[in-house]
């Protein structure tokens, strides 16, 4: 939720305009779901020539969709998604352009907190931003 909160703000800061109908939200449960609605969205008149996911789970069940609709990725269709959690080194997966989310960092800040709070230190809750890194793979097409 975080993400997407963080996603919706930067779209706003950067008066990005995107439509409605360009979106699309399924249950990740759902394969015929989301085939149906990425079927729906690519068939427009102006189809769109990259997909943002909003982790590279999702990312990887679009790549298979777009395979069975026999589009490209990257030829047809860039993506690109935040999380880097999926193995990359495995041959199965593809190489999805990513950011990565400095999770040491994270948690190290999380361990302080604790310890402060066990430490009876109570502090103000505090939001935390950590920037991400840009990790290219083969997922975007170089324009």
Do not use: W
């Not at 997909?51 to 490209?72: E, G, M, Q």
């Not at 505090?126 to 890194?133: N, S, T, Y």
């Amino acid at each position: 939720m975080d993400r997407f909160i963080g996603f919706k703000k930067a779209v706003e800061e950067y008066a990005l305009h995107f439509l409605d109908e360009m979106r699309i939200k399924t249950d990740l449960n759902n394969s015929d779901d989301l085939e149906r609605k990425l079927h729906g969205l690519l068939s427009k008149s102006e189809k769109p020539t990259a997909i943002f996911c909003l982790d590279d789970d999702l990312a990887l069940r679009v790549i298979a969709v777009l395979h069975k609709l026999r589009l490209s990725v990257p030829d047809d269709v860039s993506i690109i998604a935040p999380g880097d959690t999926l193995d990359y080194r495995s041959i199965h997966v593809p190489q999805i352009t990513t950011m990565r989310i400095n999770t040491s960092y994270m948690g190290e800040l999380a361990g302080q907190l604790i310890m402060k709070r066990i430490q009876h230190k109570s502090e103000e809750i505090k939001v935390l931003k950590v920037k991400e890194q840009l990790v290219e793979r083969k997922s975007c097409r170089t324009i």
